[in-house]
């Protein structure tokens, strides 16, 4: 089972409240070869949410507000899925501060990118499983 970020699968989850649709995520859903999870959503944030960006091990929204402890209990209770789903692979949204994978803003929502991954990505690459994010599909 892979596990893959809600918003490639047409779910309208990401901070503007909409989805960023992929083709070959959507086939997998459909197969039911994929589970689906938005991390920001399962810590607890809104839809649509202020965007927020990682700085100094933290997550800070564009109006300064510290939302690190959101982010991180949403990559928990979604690492739990992908645990309890047996997955040992993930497709995740390039860039964001929770899946991006290898690459990320840089805190200063200016649209730079830094090496880094998400809150989430992370934890997954801890526990050992695999994540690419659509870019590479
Ligand atoms: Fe998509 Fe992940 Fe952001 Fe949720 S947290 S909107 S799944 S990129």
Redesign the pocket.
């Known amino acids: 089972m892979i596990i893959v970020?809600?918003?490639?699968a047409g779910i309208k989850?990401?901070?503007e409240g909409k989805s960023?649709p992929c083709q070959k995520v959507l086939e997998l859903v459909r197969d039911g070869k994929a589970v689906t999870?938005?991390?920001?959503?399962l810590g607890g944030l809104g839809t649509p949410r202020i965007p927020a960006e990682q700085i100094d091990g933290k997550v800070i929204t564009k109006e300064g507000r510290d939302v690190t402890s959101e982010f991180n209990k949403?990559a928990l209770l979604a690492l739990n899925v992908a645990l309890n789903n047996r997955c040992d692979k993930s497709i995740?949204?390039s860039k964001?501060p929770?899946?991006g994978c290898d690459l990320v803003y840089d805190g200063s929502f200016s649209g730079k990118l830094i090496e880094g991954d998400?809150v989430?990505t992370k934890l997954l690459k801890e526990k050992g499983i695999e994540v690419i994010s659509e870019k590479e599909l």
């Open positions: 970020s809600a918003c490639l989850c990401n901070w960023k999870v938005c991390p920001e959503q949403g995740l949204k964001s929770s899946c998400g989430f």
